[in-house]
């Protein structure tokens, strides 16, 4: 009953959405941070981002997976990947898994997260949390939203009085860790990535 008064946007549309943020950012070699849940969410991002790779509508981008718990998950999934729907493990894939990308980078530890600060050119930053209310996403728009080269791919609901709120209701300037911040990023919001029916 979450959803039950309304439908999400049709998947292929928010896939489109998706791929044209990857795309605009990845030739313009910008950064792109993603806050996801780290069950479900992260992964469906990976899969994403493998499929329009693999379908030649994006060039291969680094992908951060900088999430312990979103890390834990991804290892489930992989193990248990006979579970999974036919999309993950489709014949078209040519016996791969769909959670497969060779760019993905898992960071585990706060020093492997805190070095993603240093690195130029595109990159995907995939982190908890989905709200942007907690987690290593935190540090990572301290670091980025005042910059006009970063984007931030809002991919879930973003309740009441939470930080991924006030940047999909545009505002001007964040606090965070108490530092008052001017948001310069780009915000895209995909409304079809709901864990929910519609």
């Known amino acids: 009953s979450t959803y039950g008064d309304r439908d999400h946007r049709p998947f292929q549309q928010t896939v489109a959405e ?3 943020v990857f795309q605009q950012a990845v030739w313009s070699k910008e950064r792109v941070l993603v806050p996801a849940f780290a069950v479900g969410r992260a992964q469906l991002v990976i899969y994403l981002l493998a499929q329009l790779v693999d379908s030649g509508k994006i060039p291969r981008v680094p992908v951060y997976l ?9 290892r489930l999934y992989k193990r248990y990947a006979s579970q999974l729907d036919h999309a993950m493990n489709s014949p078209q894939a040519g016996g791969k898994n769909g959670l497969d990308y060779p760019e993905l980078r898992l960071c585990e530890s706060g020093d492997d997260s805190r070095a993603l600060n240093g690195i130029e050119g595109p990159l995907v930053i995939i982190a908890g949390s989905g709200m942007c209310n907690g987690g290593r996403i935190m540090h990572h728009l301290r670091h980025h939203v005042w910059k006009k080269d970063t984007h931030v791919l809002i991919a879930g609901y973003q309740a009441e009085n939470t930080l991924g709120r006030r940047l999909v209701m545009g505002v001007p300037e964040v606090r965070i860790f108490g530092e008052t911040i001017p948001v310069r990023a780009k915000v895209h919001t995909v409304g079809g990535l709901s864990a929910h029916a519609g």
């Open 66 to 74: 900088d999430s312990p718990m979103a890390i834990a998950a991804m």
């Open 18 to 20: 998706v791929c044209e």
